[in-house]
């Protein structure tokens, strides 16, 4: 699904976390351990989005990396 298509209960906000990139795979593995899911790493290793088990995402970028 393109992160841009219409859902039902979309959710209202959507968060943006920067960490540095030599913590970003950790910091994705934690999320997803804790029941997070991979919504999306097409633009993978510039970000990922992830979401929390309601559906809310949150995009994790990575920093100080061109």
Known sequence: ??????????NRMH??????????????AAALAAGGTLVSDAHAPRWWVLADAEGNEASRPWVGRE
């Open 1 to 10: 699904m393109d992160a841009h298509e219409a859902r039902p209960q979309r």
């Open 15 to 28: 968060l943006d976390i920067a960490v540095p990139h030599d913590q970003a795979e950790a910091r994705i």
